[in-house]
Structures are given as C-alpha cells and as structure tokens.
DNA sequence: TATTGTGAAGCCTTTCACAGCA
DNA sequence: TGCTGTGAAAGGCTTCACAATA
C-alpha cells in the first residue's frame, strides 16, 4: 500500500480518461502522443497532462512526446488494473444482465466471476438466457459461500433502490474489498470497504446544468 | 443564461448527490437535515454543505437546519431538473435497452421519447419488445426529423465504440444541445454542444487505485 | 441552545514559464 | 528544435471559527 505519494483525486480521475483516449489512438494506429494532443483530446491542460504523468515517473521523451504504449501500459500499472480483477453483480435485472455481457469489462481484465439474485430461476427465464447466459446465476444467499470460494474483491449492485444497502451490508459481511453501486440509492459501508455511488441521473443532471446556466 | 456567479464545478456535482440522499430521507420521511447529518451522509465536511448551498441563497433555518423537501425542491431548480427533459437513445443493444426502461430517469423528469438503431427490425426481434417495447425503436436515418418533431435536448450514446463518434456527429447535425456519451470510446462535439463521457471502467479503475494504493 | 451563513486562513490544484534534454 | 519535466506563481476550493439568528 501507499506505493505513491499524495496524489490529487482529479489527477486519478483524469488517469482513466487518458487511459481510454490512448486506447482510442492506438486504435488507429498512432504510436506516439505529446501533452499537448492528449490534452487537447481530454479537454485539459497540456502542463496539467504532463504534471499528472510526472508524480508517477517520467514517462516521455523530450522532443518527442509519449510513446502511446507504453503510457498506456504505465498507467495501467499505476490505477492497479495491470491484473485480473475479480466481480460479482448483484441483482440481474436489465442493467446487471447488460453489465455481465458488457464488452469493455473483458477488455480491461474485470471479470465478472459470479450473478446473484433473489430470484435465479425467474431471471433465468426471463433476461439472462437470451443474452447467452455468460455466468449461472446464483441465489443471493450463496453470496458468502462463492465470494470466498472465486476470491471475489469487487461486488457491484444493480438492484432496485429499496434492496441496495441491504446488498451492501452482505457484499461487506462476504469479506469483499470495494463496492460499485450502480443503483439509484446511496449506500453506505465501513471504512475499511471503498465505496463508488454512479448515479446514471447525475451525469444528465451536471449536462443539464451547464444546458441551463 | 449565467442565472448563478461562477459556482465550483465540484459543488454542481455535490447538489447531485445531495439531492438522492434527500430522496432517501424523504423516502424514511425525515422532514429536516443539518448540514452535519448531511455531510456524514455524502462523506464531506458540513461548512462544505452549507457553503455549497449558500451560494444560491439561504434554504436553511438557523438552529434547526434544512427542511428535506424545500431544499431538494431547490435543487433541482439550481440544476434545472424542475421541467421535463426529453431524451434520444441511440444504440439499441443491452445497455440501450436497459436505459429505455430504467426507472430512476422517470421519476427525475427524463423522458426518453426516441429510441434509434441501425437495426430497429432485428433489435425489436432481439431484445426491445420483450421488455415491453416503452418506445418504438427507429432506423438511425430518421434521426434529425423526430429529434425536431420531438423537441429532444439531449442524446444518449449507447453504441459499440466503433459507432460512438458518428453518432454523436449525426447528434450534432441534428441540433441536440447536449450527449451523454455511455459508449467506451470518447467523444468530441463543437464547443456550443455540452458532452459528457461516461465510462463504467473509470469508476472501477478509480475503486481499484485506492483498493491497490 | 443549536445550527446556519460567511469572512478569512490554509491548503490544494492548476497554470505558467522556462530549464533540461533527446 | 521541439517537447518533457518542474519550480514558482496564481488561482480556486475547502475548512475553520465565529457572528448571526431562529
């Protein structure tokens, strides 16, 4: 732990976004980035793109910009996500059977190793089956059992609002490390368990805002 | 436009989270909130949730604290979610048809009124009509008319990555005000069109930084 | 008395400007 | 020459501490 020094939040944040937007590059083919272009494309500050990179290394060649990746590899490593991450979605209604076929989990090494739901067998007939079934899903009261059994770290809650901390409080009794709550009521845990609340509604909120003033 | 002086982007993102812990409140019929209870709720200090709220006036009462329903009432008038808001979906996979039926924009006054694919016949087949179908599904092509004829503000991109970017053009062309961009790959729209990227990996990565450092 | 609203202090983040280097 | 890395300056946000007041 505590592998870097105090490092600003925004500066995390942005990682992710650099991240994607080097994927994008190298997508089409680019093999070398400078401040400048990365900045341009995430909506920052070139001296900013070069101080986020800065407190983990130097990354760059000077004169030449960042070999695309590399930097990818190197914030990678940075986030922690240049392993095998290991998930459970809670609640497989139409958001967590979207989530467990969702294509850009795969692509960043999160599994999604385990699907609980109060109800298996009524999901099973209803959404899960269609979309291929990609994991069996299992009776929340199993939680415990197969947490420890497929070394699960992450659980992500796609409920209804009303079950979400109820979900939350047995994600933290099955030893789970972080949560991500996806559904629409905050959840609360102890210190210890980190905790992530994306609320889908706050993104249009912020848009709105800036639409409106 | 310009209705509040320059507010920190951070607070504007606060009030969203403010306003689904009222919600919460409310739903456990708490009639009052101090900006301690809150701030213990949200996880930030409370001079920040006064401060925050003060920037817009005074909604509190001195030596009792905030009535829940008039603050969350304020809210979203800061935010200006007080008025229906109508919404474009386009990519009708399973993260597109989830948000079709996803509860939660309802009960904020998003209304998702067009739904779009460059399939609508097989997506109909596929997955649409059996969560009830709440929209017709309409070929990409129609885009610029119903979103006239609709009066739709903002679009929603839940497409392969691929598909991201042409898609927010055709949104563009089609005088949308504002994107929500779900799909894993950025996208870049005129300065007058607000977008807002929102990758599920990010809040992963960022759950596993602080679960690795 | 309890809790808000707020000026001022302190802290953190961003940006500038340029030295350092391929 | 061109672009990175970085110390210093500027700017912005958060927190403190307390006056205001229901």
Redesign the pocket.
């Known amino acids: 732990m505590a592998k870097y020094p105090?490092i600003?939040?925004?500066?995390i944040r942005r990682l992710s976004n650099y991240l994607k937007c080097l994927e994008n590059l190298e997508n089409k083919n680019e093999k070398v980035?400078?401040?400048?272009s990365l900045a341009s494309i995430c909506n920052?500050?070139?001296?900013?793109v070069?101080?986020d990179?800065?407190y983990f290394g130097?990354?760059?060649?000077?004169?030449?910009?960042?070999n695309v990746k590399e930097l990818k590899n190197n914030i990678k490593e940075i986030l922690g996500i240049n392993r095998e991450w290991r998930i459970a979605v809670v609640g497989i209604g139409n958001m967590g059977s979207a989530l467990l076929v969702y294509k850009d989990f795969l692509k960043q090494n999160y599994r999604i190793v385990a699907a609980f739901d109060i109800d298996p067998v009524k999901v099973i007939g209803n959404i899960s089956e269609r979309m291929g079934r990609p994991v069996e899903i299992l009776h929340i009261d199993r939680l415990k059992e197969v947490v420890a059994a497929r070394k699960i770290e992450i659980g992500i809650i796609t409920t209804p609002p009303q079950e979400a901390q109820k979900v939350a409080d047995l994600l933290v009794n099955a030893n789970i490390k972080g949560i991500l709550n996806f559904s629409p009521a905050p959840v609360r845990a102890p210190d210890n368990i980190k905790v992530r609340n994306l609320f889908f509604t706050s993104a249009l909120d912020n848009l709105v805002y800036y639409l409106t003033n």
Do not use: L, W
């Open positions: 105090k600003p939040e925004a500066t980035a400078s401040s400048a920052v500050n070139a001296a900013q070069r101080k990179f800065a130097e990354f760059g060649i000077r004169g030449m910009g960042y």
